[in-house]
């Protein structure tokens, strides 16, 4: 019943004088209880590599990125590295030539990517190098493993990427980060670069996976667009599926991984909170091509504010409980902090 003498407001009786808003009145109080914040220690940037000099070439499907040679990608890392970016994660473009059934040309000390860790470690000594040691750029048909028939072999395409994380360690790799989603990989390159003696190279799982279509961009972006036949789904995590992918990672932090990934980001955020919370580890989210690709071109459209977006985005992996993102956006997103 009101009373006609109650000066309370019928608001204030609802929420009991309890008002949210009196937080997120000024910009000083809006900092004061701000609960998570994106820094330059918390990007990655991914970057493609070709082969040849001076050349950087743009990606259609991601406007703003470029394939780089060595040479070039050598002086944009020193640009990451005095911006203050991590660590840098690098995927190949290589000449159709070397490509073959079983991806051997991963094999080779001197392939492009362990080329480009050399020259990297060179060129920018405090920047940290993550290869990953999938064989789809290597491979003819653009799987990320050795075919038979239809089938993806296992246990070979293992034994395969354990030489080429050994030789991605001699090269100079920091951080070895499987993305091919075979059973028992973790376990098998921790034996090996133990073995040849790099018990000090980690390991960033891309422990959950998703066979997501969000990857449409870098197939472009390394050419296997046109070779891949079928889809990914019988190695990688089902989109629909969350505690497949937990169980998933739990073999992986068993085997001995230092970090884990989760790819794509943004639409499984969930994933990222729920592998923080359940084994505590570092968690990395993937802001993968098709991710970059909607932001940039809705922005061109005219439809959202690129940079604010960017922004948002990063910073709810943070939310999320994740430790860092990889992130095409690094340098966009380290110049706009460091102004900030
Ligand atoms: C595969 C690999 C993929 C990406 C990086 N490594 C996915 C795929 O080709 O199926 C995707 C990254 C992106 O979309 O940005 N080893």
């Known amino acids: 019943m009101s009373d006609a003498n109650d000066k309370t407001h019928l608001v204030d009786r609802i929420t009991g004088h309890r008002r949210m808003r009196r937080l997120r009145k000024a910009d000083w109080t809006r900092r004061l209880v701000r609960e998570n914040r994106l820094t330059v220690d918390d990007l990655i940037w991914t970057v493609f590599v070709i082969p040849g000099d001076n050349i950087e070439e743009p990606i259609p499907a991601m406007p703003g990125v470029m394939r780089m040679s060595v040479d070039r990608l050598c002086e944009a ?16 473009n290589i000449e159709m030539e070397k490509r073959d059934m079983t991806g051997s040309e991963v094999l080779n000390p001197d392939n492009l990517i362990n080329r480009a860790t050399r020259a990297l470690k060179k060129a920018a000594p405090s920047l940290g190098v993550i290869t990953d040691v999938a064989l789809d750029p290597f491979t003819s048909h653009g799987h990320d493993g050795i075919l038979s028939g239809e089938e993806i072999v296992n246990d070979q395409t293992v034994d395969q990427i354990c030489e080429a994380a050994v030789a991605q360690a001699q090269a100079g790799a920091d951080i070895i980060a499987p993305s091919e989603m075979m059973d028992g990989r973790i376990g098998a390159i921790r034996e090996r670069l133990d073995m040849a003696g790099f018990q000090d190279v980690a390991i960033m799982s891309y422990a959950t996976k998703f066979s997501s279509g969000f990857y449409g961009p870098y197939r472009e972006a390394i050419s296997t667009k046109g070779l891949l036949k079928g889809d990914k789904a019988s190695y990688y995590v089902d989109t629909a599926n969350a505690t497949e992918a937990l169980r998933d990672a739990a073999l992986d932090v068993e085997e001995g991984a230092d970090m884990l990934m989760v790819k794509p980001g943004l639409p499984y955020l969930d994933i990222c909170w729920r592998l923080k919370d359940t084994f505590g580890l570092p968690v990395f989210a993937y802001q993968v091509s098709g991710e970059y690709a909607m932001i940039k071109m809705a922005a061109e459209r005219g439809a959202i504010d690129g940079d604010r977006v960017m922004m948002e985005t990063l910073l709810s992996f943070k939310r999320a ?3 860092g993102i990889l992130t095409y956006f690094a340098i966009e997103a380290a110049e706009k902090l460091a102004k900030s």
């Open 321 to 323: 409980g994740c430790d």
């Open 77 to 92: 890392a020193k640009k990451a590295a005095d911006l203050g970016i991590p660590a840098i994660a690098t995927f190949p």
